[in-house]
């Protein structure tokens, strides 16, 4: 009885290969899709798949690695191919990992990847792009009211067609979304065909917030003359919302090009809303705009502490092992005291008012500590992610805060999506 009670349970680890290698069970994603259930694990080995939509399923799906997983119709660009997530059953989430998201011909406001209302999503080490080499790309992502995270992975736009007021971005995020990154980068479209050559911005933001971490942003540029309007692109702009930025000087967001007469793009461009700089991020203007930031951007918010990987990771793979894992936080304040987290998550909650960053919501914890940073800011963590018993099969995350005396606040690393197993 206990064995039947536990195969009605436990979830399915599906295998999807193109090429029906041993253990296959699909030879493409969408029959893969329709037949799991939330909380299956979906391995596609490497191969071209079909785009696919799901609603109402919270699904881990793992590739083999974005240069060799490819979702995408490969029928020829007639053919319109998107990836649609949308209505995650509450307190789950719908995870994507090593995977490219290319799209075809799509039409005006969709994306390569599409997380539409109720969607809540994860990526991790994935491609999104809306430029298949073709006369009229898209976005690469594309939200609206709803839950996107991703960590290092690349937002795309395709290049603009015919007159366009909208230019598809690399991420576009709208209508209640809220929107977090770390090591991402985002490039916007250039504007190549029609009376109107415009180039998009890498980021997007419209009547939502986000908040991006240690990454690129570039503008699209505007190649060949246009007989009307020639404007390039800006690396994010905010139409309303929010837009928070944190990293380095080795981070950076640029504006692109207006072309032979246009006026090139900002670095970044606030017409309404806020952007907020965090740290000495790099802010490139177009020539011959004279500035770097348009609209109310403010620049020199307080800096945030990070956690940067190293080590052997956990990456997507048919067999699990337990690999180290090495997390070196720089907290910023000497001598000062932190907190440190590591966890699976299956939800996640926004800023606090008594914290700087987002917190994670965190369940079951595997490591935590307190303790103080050395003289120069730093603490460096070993781990194991499959120290959490029974939990190797999910995504791991980690959390840091470190306490700011002069203003009696938690200042909350960036790295809610730090992944450390997926």
């Given at each position: 009885m206990l064995g039947l009670?536990?195969?009605?349970?436990?979830?399915?680890?599906?295998?999807?290969?193109?090429?029906s290698g041993p253990g296959t069970h699909f030879t493409d994603l969408p029959a893969a899709?329709?037949?799991?259930?939330?909380?299956?694990t979906i391995l596609v080995r490497p191969g071209i798949y079909t785009a696919f939509s799901v609603s109402g399923k919270a699904l881990t799906i793992r590739g083999a690695g974005q240069n060799t997983t490819v979702i995408d119709l490969p029928t020829g660009h007639a053919t319109h191919s998107h990836l649609t997530i949308e209505a995650t059953p509450s307190g789950e989430t719908f995870f994507l990992s090593g995977l490219s998201i290319l799209?075809?011909?799509l039409g005006p406001s969709v994306g390569a990847l599409n997380a539409l209302a109720g969607a809540k999503v994860v990526l991790a080490d994935c491609l999104v792009s809306g430029d298949f080499g073709i006369t009229d790309g898209r976005a690469g992502l594309n939200t609206t009211g709803s839950e996107v995270h991703a960590h290092?992975?690349?937002f795309w736009g395709g290049p603009n067609g015919a007159v366009s007021t909208i230019g598809p971005?690399?991420?576009r995020i709208e209508a209640g979304s809220e929107f977090s990154a770390d090591s991402c980068e985002f490039i916007g479209a250039s504007g190549v065909y029609g009376l109107w050559r415009v180039g998009a911005s890498g980021l997007f933001v419209s009547a939502s917030a986000a908040t991006v971490t240690r990454c690129n942003g570039a503008g699209g540029h505007v190649i060949h003359h246009a007989p009307l309007?020639?404007?390039?692109?800006?690396?994010?702009?905010?139409?309303?919302?929010?837009?928070?930025?944190?990293?380095?000087?080795?981070?950076?967001?640029?504006?692109?090009?207006?072309?032979?007469?246009?006026?090139?793009g900002f670095a970044l461009y606030a017409a309404g809303g806020t952007i907020t700089v965090h740290g000495p991020v790099t802010l490139t203007p177009g020539i011959p705009n004279p500035q770097p930031t348009s609209g109310p951007?403010?620049?020199?918010?307080?800096?945030?502490?990070?956690?940067?990987?190293?080590?052997?990771?956990?990456?997507?793979?048919?067999l699990n092992a337990a690999l180290p894992v090495t997390v070196d936080l720089d907290g910023l304040f000497p001598n000062t005291l932190y907190f440190f987290l590591v966890s699976t998550a299956p939800d996640y909650f926004t800023t606090a008012p008594w914290g700087l960053?987002?917190?994670?919501?965190f369940l079951p914890a595997a490591t935590s500590q307190v303790g103080l940073l050395d003289a120069t800011g730093h603490k460096t963590f070993t781990f194991t992610p499959a120290s959490v018993p029974g939990m190797l099969n999910l995504p791991f995350y980690s959390q840091a805060a470190v306490f700011d005396a002069a203003t009696g606040q938690l200042r909350l690393s960036q790295s809610n999506l730090r992944l450390f197993a997926l």
């Open positions: 009670v536990l195969a009605c349970v436990l979830p399915t680890t599906w295998i999807v290969d193109a090429n899709v329709a037949a799991a259930q939330s909380g299956d799209a075809h011909w290092r992975c690349s971005n690399g991420a309007l020639m404007i390039g692109g800006h690396g994010a702009e905010v139409a309303s919302g929010s837009l928070r930025i944190a990293g380095t000087a080795n981070n950076s967001f640029v504006g692109g090009s207006g072309g032979s007469t246009g006026p090139s951007v403010q620049l020199g918010g307080p800096l945030l502490p990070y956690l940067d990987v190293s080590g052997t990771l956990l990456q997507s793979r048919e960053g987002e917190v994670l919501l």
